[in-house]
């Protein structure tokens, strides 16, 4: 750990949090890491735990990037999203700042039906779990919310032209 001022009369409680790799009166204030602990594997690695941050900074970048088209902000939105449950108009305007009724007309001025936008998603989504072996095609239907796996297999040949199983096989 590096700082840009002095010591403070209370550095013993650096020390301590530190380990004495703190050091004071620096250029700058900040951290810096070995280049062999970045290449390292992670002991406690977790994929949830990874997808929920991507989806938390995907959700941030689009509250954050107010002037890109409506269409765009809602698909990173729903990619950021589980999507158990099909999102209604309302609840994403409200989390991109807006009335449903702005996000209706500007969605309309962009020629991006929301209902298109809704599938895209659970297709990214879908090919994303199929991807991974660890997930079952039926666990990927109810993680997405259909009732049953053969509603997700009519879904997912309408986006994709094939089954679940086939594009499994062709990955």
């Known amino acids: 750990m590096l700082f840009a001022y002095q010591r403070p009369p209370h ?3 650096y020390t301590r949090l530190f380990g004495g790799s ?5 250029d700058y204030t ?3 890491i070995e280049r062999s602990w970045l290449d390292q594997t992670h002991a406690y690695r977790s ?3 990874c997808t929920l941050l991507q989806a938390r900074a995907e959700l941030l970048l689009a509250k954050a990037d107010q002037d890109a088209p409506a269409g765009e902000r ?15 108009m309302e609840t994403i305007a409200r989390e991109l700042g807006m009335s449903a009724r702005s996000l209706r007309r500007r969605l309309h001025s962009e020629r ?13 989504r879908a090919k994303g779990m199929l991807a991974d072996p660890r997930h079952s ?13 053969a509603a997700f297999s009519r879904a997912f ?9 086939a594009y499994r096989a062709a990955q």
Not at 113 to 124: H, M, Q, S, T
Not at 157 to 165: A, K, L, V
Request: aromatic residues 10%.
């Open 157 to 165: 040949r309408r986006w994709t032209g094939m089954t679940p199983s």
């Open 137 to 149: 095609v039926q666990e990927t239907a109810y993680a997405l919310g259909f009732g049953t796996p």
């Open 11 to 13: 550095g013993a409680e």
């Open 22 to 26: 703190e050091l004071f009166s620096q």
């Open 30 to 32: 900040g951290i810096e």
């Open 74 to 88: 809602v698909k990173r939105w729903l990619t950021s999203q589980n999507l158990d449950t099909r999102p209604t």
């Open 47 to 49: 994929p949830e735990l």
């Open 112 to 124: 991006a039906p929301f209902n298109d936008l809704v599938e895209e998603a659970r297709a990214l």
